[in-house]
């Protein structure tokens, strides 16, 4: 069973900053890309930043320049460093894994940019 624990939500003030972490466990033993997506209140879930395992990232426009993806992929650890915060960056965040071809998503973890 392969489960993914997010950490690391909460509230934050625009402007200010935010890390997000993802650590997958379980039967989980060719990770591809992992990723951070995000849904907004009466939106549709979009891709936030992605990483492969060669370490290839891709952005949202939206979030290019202001947040951050790494990972750790000895520990199956994804990272999301959130800075200059603002409020439309509000949403749940969840960590997404592609295992061999086979998607998880993780449960998500709310953020609110809020003063």
């Known amino acids: 069973q392969v489960q993914l624990v997010e950490s690391g939500g909460g509230l934050v003030q625009p402007g200010g900053s935010l890390r997000l972490s993802c650590s997958a466990s379980?039967?989980?033993?060719?990770?591809?890309?992992m990723a951070w997506y995000r849904q907004a209140p009466g939106k549709q879930r979009e891709l936030v930043a992605g990483?492969?395992?060669?370490?290839?990232?891709n952005y949202a426009d939206s979030v290019k320049g202001r947040f951050t993806i790494s990972r750790d992929n000895a520990k199956k650890r994804v990272d999301l460093q959130m800075n200059s915060v603002k409020p439309e960056d509000t949403a749940v965040y969840y960590c997404n894994v592609n295992d061999g071809g086979i998607v998880y998503w993780g449960k998500g973890t709310l953020v609110t940019v809020s003063s």
């Open positions: 990483m492969t395992r060669g370490g290839t990232t």
């Open positions: 379980g039967s989980i033993f060719n990770i591809l890309t």
